[in-house]
């Protein structure tokens, strides 16, 4: 079945550094992806999203590309701060849904704490 | 914009006891879930609406029943609550299959 697989946490890093969390995907035909963030205490925001090959999305200094031949939407961030510290989770969504994953298909989350 | 809202955000239970999760969007969705978040489990999906009327199991159905009352609202109903079922509770709704999800605040609750 479809899934969602992305690096383990928690990842620690200082204040202006670069980041990266990796993300790929199994999926039959062509998902769209999305990159959420939780911070704490609340619930999940989309950070942005891709709705085909080779699209990139972004925001808040944030980027993803969508690589079918990789299938992978890794997040990058080229400066962080102590304020982009959360959770973040990548995540997929078919249109040929149903059955007990639904239409969505979550990653187990990626903890992020950034130190100033 | 209220987007989805969710009632109650705390709430403590005796075990045995029943509650309903009360979930409402202003979006005009077609799409609602109900999720659960626990340490070093990401979301499991509970339940889901596709559209208007229809209601399917998602991977972690048992002990819970769901109500898509109408198009804006979306309940989740803990018929007799094990601490088992001690988590975060999440609803999202979203336009289709395909979209994005918005997610509310979020139920923190706890079974004793």
């Known amino acids: 079945g479809d899934s969602v697989t992305q690096m383990e946490g928690p990842v620690t890093l200082s204040e202006e550094a670069f980041l990266t969390i990796n993300c790929t995907y199994t999926a039959t035909g062509y998902p769209s992806l999305f990159w959420y963030v939780q911070y704490p205490g609340e619930g999940l925001q989309l950070l942005l999203k891709?709705?085909?090959?080779?699209d990139k999305g972004s925001n808040k200094g944030f980027e993803a590309t969508y690589r079918k031949e990789t299938t992978s939407f890794h997040l990058e961030k080229g400066s962080v701060q102590v304020s982009d510290s959360a959770v973040y989770f990548c995540a997929l969504s078919r249109s040929q849904g149903g059955g007990s994953q639904g239409n969505l298909i979550f990653g187990k989350g990626t903890k992020l704490s950034v130190k100033p | 914009n209220a987007g989805v809202t969710q009632t109650p955000k705390f709430q403590v239970l005796k075990t045995g006891q029943s509650m309903t999760l009360q979930c409402a969007q202003d979006?005009?969705?077609?799409?609602m879930y109900w999720y659960r978040q626990d340490p070093g489990m990401g979301l499991r999906l509970i339940y889901y609406s596709a559209s208007e009327g229809t209601t399917d199991k998602g991977e972690v159905p048992n002990g819970y029943n769901v109500s898509r009352l109408n198009k804006r609202e979306f309940s989740l109903r803990l018929e007799s609550a094990a601490p088992s079922q001690t988590s975060v509770y999440f609803c999202?709704?979203?336009?289709?299959?395909?979209?994005?999800?918005?997610f509310g605040q979020g139920t923190r609750l706890t079974v004793v």
């Open positions: 979006m005009n969705h077609n799409s």
């Open positions: 999202a709704s979203s336009a289709g299959l395909a979209t994005e999800a918005f």
């Open positions: 891709a709705t085909k090959a080779d």
